[in-house]
């Protein structure tokens, strides 16, 4: 099918854009890498009678560190950008490892980081990384800026606390802590598929017990799904099996997934558990092969 008509401007400055998000509120839609929103305006599934094209707004695609030694990610930055970023593993490992994740190469062409957050689809990677990370999220109106963490950002299924009249301009992401162990790690039914069911975590140390854990699953409901208990089980402990399998078990059971065609919520849990205990091992892993 086509897309309905719509009205198309292509603003050359940020302040054009927010104008014309302003003015045609929520008959107005940003396009960003198309990749999502055309399939969705071809189904008619979406009807945005104007398209804002931000593609020829200069400066919203650069990747700049921040002054605490964080990273400024702008939200049209291309996700094949981020993942040939020389720098990035150094920076970021765990956003490095989930990148090439996401879908196919020809889709991370022209996906962007920012149409990926702002799209929430829940079994996408970068919403879920964003939040065991701490992301912190610009967002731009006529009216100026408001920052809002990711965790606060996103909702429910597909909502976000993004208004009609906003654009997300920016990423922002704390600083990488030395010694950080983690791993992301996803179940889907062919390779470039969105997950059935995902995890991205981090744990710090002190000494060789877990001083600090970030647990989020992706797939598992209507947005990022962080695992509070087992961040908290895991604090003060030793990366042993016994520890792992705990995991493993209070995942399972905090999780509160949907069934649909993919997988069933049964499953979901069972194999979110899994994937919990199987990154923190491949976590800790790492920390060995670190220190050997
Ligand atoms: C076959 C296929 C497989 C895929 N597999 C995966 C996968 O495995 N994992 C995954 O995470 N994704 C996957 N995707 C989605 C892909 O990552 C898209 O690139 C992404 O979801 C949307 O990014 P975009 O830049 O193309 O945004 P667009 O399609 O341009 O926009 C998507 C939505 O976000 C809004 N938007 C975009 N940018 C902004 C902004 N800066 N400010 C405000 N609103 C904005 C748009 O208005 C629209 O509502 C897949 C897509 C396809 C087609």
Known sequence: M??????????????????????????GKVLAGGQ?????????????????????VPGLDRIA?????????????????????????????????????????????????????????????????TVALGADF??????????????????????????????????????WKAGRLWAIDEVSRRKGDFAMVGVA????LDGSACADARITLFGVGGKPVR???????LKGAVL????FKEVERIVADELDPDSDIHASAL????VGGVLARRALSAAAARGEDSAS
Request: net charge negative; glycine share 6%; with cysteine.
């Open 201 to 204: 975590l981090w744990v710090d």
């Open 2 to 27: 086509k897309p309905a008509p719509f009205a198309y401007y292509c603003p050359e400055t940020l302040d054009e854009a927010v104008r014309l998000l302003d003015e045609h509120g929520e008959n």
């Open 267 to 270: 499953y979901r849990k069972e």
């Open 240 to 243: 042993d099996d016994s520890t």
């Open 227 to 233: 695992v509070e208990k087992a961040e908290q089980r």
């Open 65 to 129: 560190a921040n002054g605490d030694r964080g990273l400024g990610i702008g939200a049209l930055t291309r996700q094949r950008a981020l993942e040939r970023d020389a720098s990035l593993t150094a920076r970021n490992p765990l956003l490095a490892a989930a990148v090439p994740l996401i879908g196919h190469f020809q889709i991370r062409n022209r996906g962007t980081v920012g149409g990926s957050l702002v799209h929430a689809d829940p079994a996408a990677e970068l919403p879920a990384v």
């Open 36 to 56: 999502s929103l055309m399939p969705l305006m071809s189904l008619r599934l979406a009807r945005p009678e104007v398209i804002i094209d931000l593609n020829r």
């Open 138 to 175: 610009v967002l731009t109106s006529a009216s100026g800026e408001r920052v809002v963490p990711a965790e606060e950002f996103y909702l429910g299924y597909m909502a976000t606390a993004i208004e009609a009249n906003e654009v997300l301009t920016e990423i922002r992401l704390p600083a």
